[in-house]
T-cell receptor, first 112, second 109 residues
Framework: NAGVTQTPKFQVLKTGQSMTLQCAQDMNHNSMYWYRQDPGMGLRLIYYSASEGTTDKGEVPNGYNVSRLNKREFSLRLESAAPSQTSVYFC???????????FGPGTRLTVL | DAKTTQPPSMDCAEGRAANLPCNHSTISGNEYVYWYRQIHSQGPQYIIHGLKNNETNEMASLIITEDRKSSTLILPHATLRDTAVYYCIVIGDFNKFYFGSGTKLNVKP
């Protein structure tokens, strides 16, 4: 039981490049989330998926797209990376709306 | 969801109780209070949560005031490994998770 896994762990991009961050959970959770954390700041919600087949915007969705591929996997795509997207990205999952969130180890992204 | 207010930092002596306060004056009746912590740059770790009653688990105790406008997380015997950023979060709706900046707890020998 690995919990929430994220790939890659580290990534460096040039401005304008695209990439997809992958997240998977093996806890049969219904809901999944993507957050970003800038240095010295708390986490901010980018997108979430309440259940398989649904996605909704969070606090800071601009510049991102998401796909809930199946119940296990929730990916985050940067179509044209910008330096302002340099951050640590965390994926999380929960069984339901007010249940405990379980977080992955994070992806450290640098955009030059 | 209600936003929360926490002190930016606190110190605690090793072996003593750490009491971390949180204000959530706009909390509504169906919203839970959750506490997480983040050690270094790892993913946040769940500690405890509650709705109205005080709660205790193997990690900590959560005291929620009767009017639910504030709460206190208590680590009964803080160790150096408890040095982390502690987040108080009020959760009731999907698209309004506010982690805020949290409280940086420094446990000192």
């Amino acid at each position: 039981n690995a919990g929430v896994t994220q790939t890659p762990k580290f990534q460096v991009l040039k401005t304008g490049q695209s990439m997809t961050l992958q997240c998977a959970q093996d806890m049969n959770h219904n809901s999944m989330y993507w957050y970003r954390q800038d240095p010295g700041m708390g986490l901010r919600l980018i997108y979430y998926s309440a259940s398989e087949g649904t996605t909704d915007k969070g606090e800071v969705p601009n510049g991102y797209n998401v796909s809930r591929l199946n119940k296990r996997e929730f990916s985050l795509r940067l179509e044209s990376a910008a330096p302002s997207q340099t951050s640590v990205y965390f994926c999380a999952s929960t069984r339901g709306t007010t249940d405990t969130q379980y977080f992955g180890p994070g992806t450290r992204l640098t955009v030059l | 969801d209600a936003k929360t207010t926490q002190p930016p930092s606190m110190d605690c002596a090793e072996g003593r109780a750490a009491n971390l306060p949180c204000n959530h004056s706009t909390i509504s009746g169906n919203e839970y209070v959750y506490w997480y912590r983040q050690i270094h740059s790892q993913g946040p770790q769940y500690i405890i949560h509650g709705l109205k009653n005080n709660e205790t688990n193997e990690m900590a105790s959560l005291i929620i005031t009767e009017d639910r406008k504030s709460s206190t997380l208590i680590l009964p015997h803080a160790t150096l490994r408890d040095t982390a950023v502690y987040y108080c979060i009020v959760i009731g709706d999907f698209n309004k998770f506010y982690f805020g900046s949290g409280t940086k707890l420094n446990v000192k020998p």
